[in-house]
């Protein structure tokens, strides 16, 4: 069996103290939030779209070659990355601004 060099893990700590602001925003009909989130929203949007091409082809490479290209990997797992730390901003579970990064 061969082992996992690169296990997924989701690590989202829980905060001491949370923002009241924030907190509201998110109560208020997630609005506040969703707005600040738009240029996010827009850059996943297009990125989903592209992680799927890109998907579909290392697949095609996998199905030639037997292994996952090394880049392709990392622009798949780092559209994942962006799209975890603004689906947790957005739910409340943190008050960081995600960055715009593929990087954790």
Known sequence: METNENPTKVSIPRPERSSRILALCTLLFFIPKAILLIPHF???????????????????????????????????????????RVNAYAFGLRDEYPPFTFED
């Open 42 to 84: 827009i850059a996943l949007w297009a990125l989903g779209i592209a992680a799927f091409v890109v998907g579909v082809i290392a697949q095609v490479v996998v199905l030639f070659t037997g292994t996952y290209p090394e880049s392709l990997h990392r622009f798949v797992v780092g559209t994942i990355r962006w799209q975890t």
